[in-house]
């Protein structure tokens, strides 16, 4: 948008009208810095969020912990180069008062600032088969996934469970033929008519992987979990298809605030009494036990909004895998996803507010795996899906595939620090089909008066967020005494406008050095001149790595409005031993 405006000004020629930008816009800051996306950071199903205490980003993966660690770590000065913390964010040990035994997946951080506790919600299954029957009724239900909360007072970690036990939330479907109840071990083969499915009991306990919540702008707006249903163990009847296909489709509860309110964060969070036990008693002669080797499954049975699924709005794309039973030889089942949802408000030019839910579809493992979104008049719905869908999908002439479960994240801009005139959407993708999945970052568009979301590239010389601009340069000589004598080294520091030091040791950074004009050396934060004449001009110069190979770093310049541009540099007159 300032690109095209910009252009506008030249065309009509008032570029030198002082009333063309207003003040505000002449006080911001910009940089031409670019960044690349470069499988370099291990991270599934990645959500990063911005915290204002450190001035840093902090990206939390499903992989990419340590041995005898949960969920992956990194931070990030400039949402592009990321550093690997040691560990993860949760330990594996009994202080963390664990309850899943494994499928630790979908990590996601909030901060309450009243209170200074970090909230990490995450999945996670149980495979115990009395913890299983205590949650599910069935001691062998099938993928046992919960949604558990663990906090601390850094966005580091470690992370403790609050209890040891997942949410307190039992969402229960009356109206579902559990059609597992009368398959067979693998569950390979639903049945083969609805007839037949609808001769299945009714009633089951739903798993929820992928957590998002949603923080309404107040009290009375309120806060919403959304999640995703489970594929495993809900078959759907498709008409379309005239089969069964096992499907994961987002639901919405709104949450109660004590959890969120206790200064002690002590209080585990449930589900708003609109949702608690609303299901109870919808079925007849309906027991919560197997037999009485199993403790009694869940008294309560909780609602629940469906958000998106196949049935409110089928769209062909998310039917990639709906055909692997017989593509796979009888090894898969067929299968339609819908998960790692998140959710964004924003208010077009009447006011009005619009909600935006953008989800992933197809198997993460397919390369068909994609990103579409839907939007709403409210945080529970009704959504319509996008006929855009997909929005980001696999490139093979780029080499990105299986693109999606991301997160959205507001970059503070670069007038108020506070802002947030940016967004960005962290998401996973793997540079071949085989590969592991790794950390990608892309702007978000959002347009609340044409209903539109869109992405920009993933490859090629990205923009870096404004928000890191003004940089500050800084260099102090260091004499190393050597047995030859004395070496003129110089270290070089680089600080965004927060104050934090990029990491020169990256690849996505470097130094340039120029002597007289003429540059004579490059590397990272220590500088050697040893040769250099005394009495020299040196100049200290940040460049950025580009996807360009012809052109393969760019030395970086950063403008404020319209007051003209400068290199990030230092310049000085050499000094030799």
């Not at 939007?375 to 959504?383: E, Q, R, T, W």
């Amino acid at each position: 948008m300032f690109s095209q405006v910009w252009y506008r000004l030249i065309f009509l020629g008032l570029l030198t009208s002082r009333n063309v930008v207003s003040a505000q816009r002449q006080r911001q800051w910009h940089t031409d810095a670019t960044y690349i996306n470069t499988p370099s950071s291990t991270a599934a199903d990645p959500y990063v969020r911005w915290d204002s205490n450190t001035s840093l980003y902090y990206a939390y993966s499903t992989e990419g912990a340590d041995d005898g660690w949960f969920f992956g770590l990194y931070t990030s000065p400039d949402l592009a180069t990321w550093t690997k913390l040691p560990g993860g964010a949760i330990k594996n040990e009994t202080a963390s008062k664990l309850w899943a035994d494994d499928w630790y997946w979908a990590p996601e951080c909030y901060l309450n600032e009243n209170t200074g506790w970090y909230f990490l919600f995450y999945a996670g299954r149980m495979t115990n088969q009395t913890n299983v029957a205590r949650y599910f009724k069935y001691p062998d239900f099938e993928e046992a996934s919960k949604i558990g909360v663990a906090v601390s007072r850094s966005p580091s970690g470690p992370f403790i469970n609050i209890e040891a036990s997942p949410i307190d939330y039992y969402p229960f479907d009356p109206d579902y033929h559990d059609v597992n109840l009368i398959m067979s071990p693998p569950y390979l083969v639903p049945p083969s008519t609805l007839e037949e499915g609808e001769t299945a009991p009714l009633g089951s306990f739903i798993p929820g992987i992928d957590p998002d919540i949603y923080f309404g702008d107040d009290e009375d707006e309120g806060m919403f979990l959304f999640f995703s249903r489970n594929a495993y163990r809900n078959w759907v009847w498709d008409p379309k298809y005239n089969k069964y296909i096992e499907e994961s489709n987002i639901y919405g509860v709104r949450l109660n605030g004590a959890w969120w309110n206790d200064a002690d964060a002590k209080t585990l969070p449930a589900v708003h009494s609109d949702f608690k036990d609303v299901n109870k008693g919808k079925l007849a002669n309906w027991t919560s036990a197997v037999n009485d080797s199993f403790p009694a499954g869940p008294e309560r049975m909780d609602g629940w909004v469906s958000v998106i699924s196949r049935t409110l709005q089928p769209q062909i794309w998310e039917d990639a895998h709906v055909f692997d039973y017989a593509a796979s030889n009888g090894t898969l089942k067929d299968r339609r996803w819908s998960e790692g949802s998140t959710t964004i408000k924003r208010t077009d030019s009447d006011g009005i507010s619009i909600y935006f839910l953008t989800y992933s579809a197809n198997n993460y493992e397919s390369p068909d795996y994609g990103v579409g979104y839907a939007y709403a008049p409210s945080p529970l719905g009704p959504y319509a899906k996008s006929n855009s869908n997909p929005i980001l999908s696999q490139d093979a002439s780029r080499n990105i595939y299986s693109t999606g479960h991301g997160s959205i994240v507001a970059v503070p801009s670069s007038s108020t620090g506070s802002g947030k005139e940016e967004f960005y959407y962290p998401h996973h993708a793997r540079p071949s089909p085989d590969d592991d999945r790794y950390l990608y970052i892309s702007r978000l568009f959002v347009d609340p008066d044409q209903l539109y979301v869109a992405f920009g590239p993933d490859t090629g010389d990205l923009r870096l967020p404004s928000g890191s601009a003004p940089f500050d340069m800084q260099v102090a000589r260091t004499t190393t005494t050597t047995t030859n004598g004395s070496d003129s080294n110089y270290l070089v520091t680089v600080k965004n406008r927060y104050g934090v030091e990029l990491d020169l040791e990256n690849a996505a950074n470097r130094v340039r050095v120029l002597v007289n004009g003429t540059e004579v050396a490059n590397g990272t934060s220590d500088i050697s001149l040893d040769g250099v004449e005394n009495g020299s001009q040196v100049t200290f110069r940040y460049q950025r790595a580009r996807f360009n190979a012809s052109e393969p770093w760019l030395d970086v310049k950063q403008f404020q409005g319209l007051a003209g541009e400068t290199w990030v540099e230092v310049n000085i007159t050499h000094e030799g031993s």
